[in-house]
């Protein structure tokens, strides 16, 4: 299995763009680690950079948002700081029980699932909003 950004995820925003290719590039990298069995050791380098690197883009995002007077941003906030604190608990629960297969597939999971509802749905949004300006 693998996970790549394409254009059906793009938003049009070139910034907003790059960093996302950026954070697939990131979750590829986990998958095919943990395909050659080497997964427990690339997920705290996932967790460590993902940890830092989302709050940097989500940071990005709102700025945007906030400079083109974007009418949803309080409720875009909101999705950015609730994937924050259930990102926060695994990455406690990676500290607590090591990279276990259950954490990873969380990881997975998580990051994966809601990235591509994310930007489908919620930045795409934004990306037409600039658009439209
Ligand atoms: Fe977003």
Request: one cysteine or more; aromatic letters at 8%.
């Amino acid at each position: 299995m693998a996970i790549k950004w394409n254009e059906s995820l793009a938003v049009g925003h070139p910034e907003i763009d790059k960093q996302h290719q950026e954070l697939y590039q990131r979750i590829d990298n986990l998958l095919e680690a943990c395909n050659n069995g080497k997964g427990k050791e690339k997920l705290s380098e996932l967790i460590d950079f993902l940890g830092e690197y989302v709050i940097i883009h989500f940071k990005t995002e709102e700025s945007i948002m906030k400079q083109s007077g974007y009418p949803k941003y309080q409720e875009h906030k909101l999705a950015h700081d609730n994937f924050i604190a259930r990102f926060k608990e695994l990455k406690q629960q990676n500290i607590e029980e090591g990279g276990t297969v259950t954490l990873i597939i969380a990881t997975n999971h998580l990051v994966i699932d809601w990235l591509n509802k994310h930007i489908l749905s919620v930045d795409k949004e934004v990306g037409r909003f600039l658009a439209n300006k």
